[in-house]
């Protein structure tokens, strides 16, 4: 247990479905990042979020809608999804965006989406 | 931008022995960070071992340490007697100095320790 929990850890839905992921966090931390992982390739950077406010968003289509209302949870709020949208979404944390050796980024275990 | 290469996509090692994972990345950057990540099967990745671009010591971690060779842009892995819990997906990153804790991600690279 690394302290980033997500829910639920499988999720089917169709094109037409509106779903939400969840991630929480309790390691006190208070950055939160959300990157896709499909098949093949690398691991795709999609929002991140410090103290509650977005501060990246990698053109990434407005069918994902992030929602951060406090330090320690973050949704994604998914809608009219493409079949191509199926894959790994995991979420992460830090202490915040410093980067560098130390402020390191913890990840949950992701959901699997699968898109009919 | 950054890209990072990792040219394996499957490997395998035999329990005990040793393995090396190999990683490039290209930057125009003098100062950088690169870290190696594992993924095992239940998906949660893990930070394996870090390193500053600005030293040129090699990490060490246990059984996990790195070649970190800053002229040819190479940070490859190397597992010291592998083992079964070593199965796993393992992702090299890079992190610009300064650059707000983004990381860029290699595609990965699958290693089955075999008993």
């Known amino acids: 247990e690394t302290g980033v929990t997500q829910t639920p850890r499988h999720l089917v839905m169709g094109m037409t479905n509106k779903k939400s992921l969840k991630c929480e966090q309790h390691l006190g931390h208070n950055a939160m990042y959300w990157y896709k992982q499909s098949a093949k390739k690398p691991l795709e950077l999609m929002f991140v979020y410090n103290f509650k406010e977005q501060t990246e968003n990698n053109s990434v289509p407005s069918r994902f809608s992030p929602e951060c209302p406090n330090s320690s949870h973050l949704f994604l709020h998914l809608h009219t999804l493409q079949p191509e949208d199926s894959a790994l979404y995991l979420c992460?944390?830090?202490?915040?965006?410093?980067?560098?050796?130390?402020?390191?980024?913890?990840f949950g275990a992701g959901t699997r989406l699968s898109v009919l | 931008a950054q890209t990072v290469t990792q040219s394996q996509p499957e490997m395998s090692v035999q329990e005990a022995e040793t393995v090396t994972l190999s990683c490039t990345y290209d930057t125009s950057e003098n100062n950088y960070y690169l870290f190696w990540y594992k993924q095992p099967p239940s998906r949660q990745m893990i930070l394996v071992i870090r390193?500053?671009?600005?030293?040129?010591q090699n990490a060490t971690e246990n059984r996990f340490s790195v070649n970190f060779q800053k002229a040819a842009k190479s940070f490859s892995l190397k597992i010291s007697d592998s083992q079964l819990g070593d199965t796993a997906m393992y992702f090299c990153a890079f992190m610009k100095h300064d650059a707000g804790n983004m990381l860029t991600f290699g595609g990965g690279t699958r290693l089955m320790v075999k008993p």
């Open positions: 390193q500053e671009a600005y030293k040129q």
């Open positions: 992460a944390s830090s202490q915040d965006l410093a980067g560098g050796l130390t402020d390191i980024q913890y």
